[in-house]
């Protein structure tokens, strides 16, 4: 009987400073938006003994800077097909920081009728965010369903669904709410981060994860933190004290772990257990608990 391929993930960069997710098996898979640049993405995959020509598609969230940089070359001088709306599509078309327009490469499909790239079988649903327009990914491949949704202004009733059926979720901790309004961004800034249609808070993730947590759900990564107004252990806290409110234990029960805005995160295998406990950000935490110890020592 021929064995499965392993289902990998990697994330290659997670924030307003450029986001990019692998996502696919040791041979070959799909990148989730393209908003770092082409050298970067490149090295990374080589890392993983990959290559552009294993890359079967880029998959758009939305058409905000940090979320497509890499598109037009990736489509156009090197042969990835970008799938994304056709509203996608057009802002894509109108960012200026898209230098090299895409014609060749683009692929169409439509919110919430499902398509296929080689093995994967993927879903898309609307996500509240003030985009052209904004989809979150739900893929199935080799019995494993993956799911993200960055940029989330306001969960609504699909997401919260999929959630319910995934094994494995990368979903938004944008901000602390505390740490946006006291912190040096504008009002209007402020505002629209807070509104329905901006990100979504540690609290609101917390709430969304305690609410639809079921017992298929082995890992949740925690996706554009804000390098302002966030940081990786008051995040990873909210939400891992909602999930013990409810008797899920991080570390026993589910793999949680927040996303590096700017490094290349490890190579996660996904299967239907449980991810090991992330040595290395323990690590980070008890730095961090340490340097809060030191400061309100001095």
């Known amino acids: 009987m021929m064995v499965q391929p392993t289902v990998i993930f990697r994330c ?28 970067t993405i490149q090295k990374h995959l080589r890392e993983m003994n990959l290559d552009f020509h294993c890359i079967r598609g880029v998959l758009v969230t939305h058409d905000h800077a940090d979320h497509i940089r890499a598109v037009g070359t990736l489509g156009e ?16 078309d109108r ?45 199935d491949l080799y ?36 740490m946006l309004l006291n912190g040096p961004y504008p009002t209007y800034l402020k505002e629209r981060i807070l509104s329905p249609r901006g990100h979504q808070s540690n609290v609101v993730c917390a709430e969304l994860l305690e609410r639809n947590y ?17 940081d990786p252990m008051v995040a990873y806290n909210t939400v891992a004290d909602a999930l013990r409110e409810i008797g899920v234990e991080p570390g026993r029960d589910i793999f949680l772990r927040a996303l590096d805005r700017l490094c290349a995160g490890p190579i996660y295998h996904l299967t239907d257990e449980v991810l090991p406990p992330d040595r290395n950000f323990r690590r980070q935490e008890q730095d961090i608990v340490s340097n809060y110890d030191e400061e309100e020592n001095e």
């Open 95 to 139: 960012n200026y920081g898209v230098r090299e327009k895409l014609r060749t490469a683009r692929r169409y499909f439509t919110k919430g009728e499902p398509f296929h790239i080689g093995e994967m079988t993927i879903n898309t649903f609307g996500v509240s965010h003030d985009s052209t327009d904004c989809v979150g990914y739900v893929i």
């Open 77 to 92: 001088r090197v042969h990835v097909p970008i799938y994304a709306t056709a509203e996608i599509h057009e802002g894509i």
């Open 143 to 178: 019995g494993q369903r993956f799911m993200i949704a960055t940029d989330c202004g306001e969960p609504n009733e699909q997401m919260e669904a999929y959630i319910r059926t995934a094994n494995h979720l990368v979903i938004e901790a944008n901000h602390d709410e505390l």
């Open 214 to 230: 079921h017992e298929g759900l082995r890992n949740i990564w925690l996706c554009h933190l804000s390098q302002e107004n966030n």
């Open 12 to 39: 290659f960069a997670s924030g307003s400073s450029g986001n990019c997710y692998y996502l696919g098996t040791e041979q070959s898979g799909v990148l989730i938006d393209a908003g770092i640049s082409v050298r």
